[in-house]
């Protein structure tokens, strides 16, 4: 726990020994009023304020709810907050259930079900998007993008060709990018890839786009073993979004398998409130200040287990092998894990956790999904190589 939130927790309990607790007489009584900034509202305060008034005026206009969710959304993304997911599907309730909601609503909500890996119902909803608007590309995209993660590789180049008729260049091959180097086409994906990038220059791209293409050609690098070309990629990502959670873990990574920590520290230092950013700092620290970082990693994965949240099984695997060096524990969340989701770094801690495990046998599944899909990795085909036995 951070040292600001343990004072602030040590006090509430003073307070609750010392006091008789105040009860109000109905919920509608007001408890405090909190001041508004000294300073000016920002310009998306303004607007998200403004939306805001628009739809408590109507909220059951789906337009106006699905210009609010898309709001949220984009903002929990920005600041890596689940908490604006869940003010997205409020605003989206009078939907969130129906058989048929406009497409417009349907699209969010599929986007909602897949930050919270529920992979399946949100393939049903993009689905169902894609047949009632086949040229929406975004529906299209995060139909790639759940594919992939699935290790539904073929359904995603598909996906993906739908999109490159739609959108950007260089988004379209991205998309191709990613889904042919996950399924066994890493090189020849990267090279072209690359040279997308070079082609399309900055003026031809979002900043958004140009950060994923140059953090997957990062994570490309970094799976054939070409650490310096890895770095290269991911410095570029950064100078255009520095503060890209995902970009960060993913150099972090990098970072952490050269044993660079005191540059992960520097890197992470001020984005510890993102989990899996708090996951890595701590993996960065000597003994003497990790147990710190473990007991509020340990405080957070607890709160998500209350709210039945099982979206951060990866990196709590990560937690029980590297930081509590529970391997059997590891193993059991990384099977789960492996269950939903199967991304290299899914298969990579999961064999680590086997192998830390002594429990070969456990791993041989995802061995055999590795082989079928001619997955690379140089250091997943490390390992697997030692849980096999026989070259990698």
């Keep these: 726990m951070k040292r600001h939130a343990f004072f602030a927790a ?20 007001v408890l405090e009023t909190l001041p508004r900034k000294a300073i000016a509202p920002v310009p998306a305060d303004v607007e998200l304020r403004r939306m805001r008034a628009q739809w ?7 337009a106006l709810a699905a210009a609010l969710a898309q709001r949220y959304i984009e903002l929990g993304r920005a600041a890596s907050d689940p908490r604006y997911f ?33 992979f399946e119902e949100a393939t049903r909803d993009l689905d169902a998007v894609t047949r009632a608007d086949p040229s929406n590309a975004q529906a299209w995209l995060t139909l790639a993008t759940v594919q992939v993660v699935r290790g539904e590789y073929e359904a995603a180049i598909r996906s ?19 889904a042919r180097a996950a399924g066994g086409e890493l090189e020849a994906s990267e090279r072209l890839l690359a040279l997308a990038v070079e082609r399309g220059g900055d003026a031809a791209a979002d ?21 310096s070309a890895a770095e290269a990629r991911f410095s570029q990502a950064l100078a255009i979004s520095p503060d890209d959670s995902y970009l ?35 993996l960065a620290l000597d003994a003497s200040a990790a147990p710190a970082a473990i007991a509020e990693l340990q405080a957070r994965f607890d709160a998500a287990a209350r709210r039945g949240d099982a979206i951060h099984q990866r990196e709590q695997a990560r937690f029980e092998l590297h930081l509590r060096h529970d391997a059997q524990a590891a193993l059991r969340l990384a099977l789960a894990n492996w269950q939903v989701q199967k991304e290299p770094a899914d298969l990579r801690i999961l064999l680590e956790a086997a192998l830390a495990a002594h429990a070969p046998a ?12 001619g997955i690379e990795d140089s250091f997943i085909a490390m390992l697997a190589q030692k849980l096999e036995g026989g070259p990698a």
């Design 10 to 29: 040590a006090l509430v309990a003073a307070m609750a020994a010392d006091a008789a607790p105040f009860v109000p007489r109905s919920g509608a009584e």
């Design 56 to 62: 408590l005026a109507a909220p059951r206009d789906p």
């Design 86 to 118: 869940g003010y997205a599907q409020a605003v989206l309730a009078p939907w969130w259930r129906a058989s048929a909601p406009p497409v417009a609503v349907l699209l969010l909500r599929a986007t909602l079900l897949q930050s919270s890996h529920r």
């Design 160 to 178: 993906c060709g739908r999109l490159s008729s739609l959108a950007n260049g260089l988004a379209g091959m991205t998309c191709l990018a990613n």
């Design 207 to 227: 900043a958004g786009l140009r950060t994923w293409s140059l953090t997957l050609l990062g994570e490309m690098a970094a799976r054939r073993g070409d650490a």
């Design 248 to 282: 960060l873990g993913a150099y972090a990574d990098l970072l952490l398998d050269q044993r660079r920590h005191l540059e992960v520290q520097a890197l992470l230092r001020s984005h510890l409130r993102v989990d899996s950013l708090l996951l890595r700092h701590a």
């Design 362 to 373: 456990a791993a041989r599944p995802a061995l055999a999904w590795r082989r079928q899909h």
